[in-house]
């Protein structure tokens, strides 16, 4: 878990460290930064959503009104770690307002790294500095949720962050209400991974379970370094559950813990378990015979549904396949090309400047939206410029199937 007030030291030492630097100054030539977490479980679905932004620029001729747009690609992980990193993205917030070119960052994709970017990019002198994610799902980021959330990301009082799928309340909410109403589980064992998303999405999903009528009989964390799981889930059995919901990233041994959970309490086709979108998008565990039959929710559209549906979705990802010779590892690559879409439209409408570019997304009275015929998802939504949240709040359930992760059905949160 990322504890306040280290987020609040990393947010400091940043701002001292960048107060004389000098951001862009409205040149014809600007720079957005991609953060991803490019080793570990993540590196293929961060790898998908760098192409997929590549190719969206790429279609439109490197161009946002009059401006010149490049892309800068920064990795927040660490070989030694596998995934995301406190300091990496610490010194990632630093480099891209150290970076006079740059003028809006797309990402992150883990909520954590995130909270330790935004309080950076908020402070910026010659800013704020936008940051638009594609996969941030963690309510305090723009919603009162954890105590001091979400003020103490905008010490400027200046909100500079958006996001282009709906947060955890709505998909942990949607899971819960799946399980209950659709799967007619009742008891339910709730995991988390100890981080951010993980807790946030666990706490949506148990909260709604119990308010459904379930009854929660496990609430608590899992370690990642645990090389076993399996007391974990005789203690479950024990519990009399019917169900497990596993609320974080699969970056954090969610192999093992699939495999375990399998081994004692039998496969996901006789025991009912789900996972959120923090599992979606990773071969590892769609090549697994443990992850057949788990259920997963996507926060938006997934590339299932956009590929079944045709129109702009469909036709990026044919695109993107023609461009790179295979599909896109994840959803959240083409909600990846959908966040530069709402970044590359705030440019347009700007100075050029950091300040302009924020100011044009967000602070005004007007909110910035897509249709449905210009969206390169396909799905047409709007950004609330008060929150930075996004006014879709549908939440796709899945299986996997094969090794594919399969829509079952939209659901409509109840």
């Known amino acids: 878990m990322i504890k306040s007030i280290k987020i609040g030291a990393l947010a400091a030492a940043g701002a001292i460290a960048l107060a004389a630097c000098s951001g862009s100054s409205g040149s014809s030539s600007l720079v957005v930064g991609t953060d ?3 080793q570990g479980a993540s590196a293929d679905a961060s790898t998908a959503t760098n192409n997929a932004v590549a190719l969206y620029l790429e279609q439109q001729g490197g161009k946002a009104g009059s401006y010149t747009v490049t892309i800068k690609q920064y990795d927040n992980s660490t070989a030694a770690k596998g995934a995301w990193d406190d300091a990496q993205c610490a010194k990632n917030a630093q480099d891209h307002v150290a970076n006079a070119a740059e003028v809006a960052v797309m990402g992150t994709y883990n909520s954590g790294c995130a909270k ?43 909100r500079n962050y958006a996001r282009v799928i709906p947060n955890d309340i709505y998909q942990g909410t949607a899971d819960a209400q799946f399980a209950f109403q659709d799967r007619k589980v009742t008891k339910c064992a709730v995991l988390n991974d100890t981080q951010t998303y993980g807790q946030g999405i666990a706490k949506a999903f148990a909260d709604e379970f119990a308010k459904q009528g379930g009854t929660v009989v496990i609430n608590e964390g899992w370690d990642a370094k645990q090389p076993s799981y399996t007391a974990l889930f005789q203690k479950i059995k024990a519990a009399g559950a019917d169900c497990v919901f596993f609320g974080g990233i ?7 813990l699939m495999k375990d959970s399998v081994a004692v309490l039998g496969d996901n086709k006789t025991f009912f378990k789900m996972a959120p979108d923090g599992f979606s998008g990773y071969p590892d565990l769609q090549g697994m ?13 997934s590339l299932n549904g956009m590929v079944k549906a045709g129109g702009n979705g469909g036709k990026f990802i044919a695109d993107y396949k023609t461009k790179y010779g295979v ?17 590359m439209k705030a440019i347009a409408a700007s100075d050029g400047t950091r300040k ?15 249709t449905d015929a210009e969206s390169i998802t396909g799905v047409g ?17 899945q299986t996997m199937t094969g090794g594919a992760e399969t829509d079952l059905q939209v659901w409509d949160i109840k």
């Open 36 to 38: 991803l977490p490019l």
């Open 116 to 158: 330790i970017e935004l309080p950076v990019l908020n402070q910026d002198p010659t800013g704020p500095m936008l940051m638009v994610s594609h996969a941030n799902t963690n309510p305090g980021l723009t919603v009162a949720w954890d105590p001091g959330e979400p003020e103490k990301f905008y010490p400027s009082g200046v």
């Open 250 to 256: 699969y970056d954090n041994n969610g192999g093992q």
């Open 289 to 301: 015979p443990e992850g057949e039959g788990l259920y997963m929710s996507f926060a938006g559209k």
């Open 327 to 343: 599909d896109p590892a994840s959803s959240y690559s083409i909600y990846g090309a959908s966040a530069m879409q709402i970044i």
């Open 356 to 370: 302009g570019v924020n100011a044009a997304l967000l602070g005004g009275s007007t909110p910035v939206c897509l």
């Open 381 to 397: 939504f709007c950004i609330d410029p008060a929150t930075g949240d996004v006014d879709k709040k549908s939440v796709t359930i």
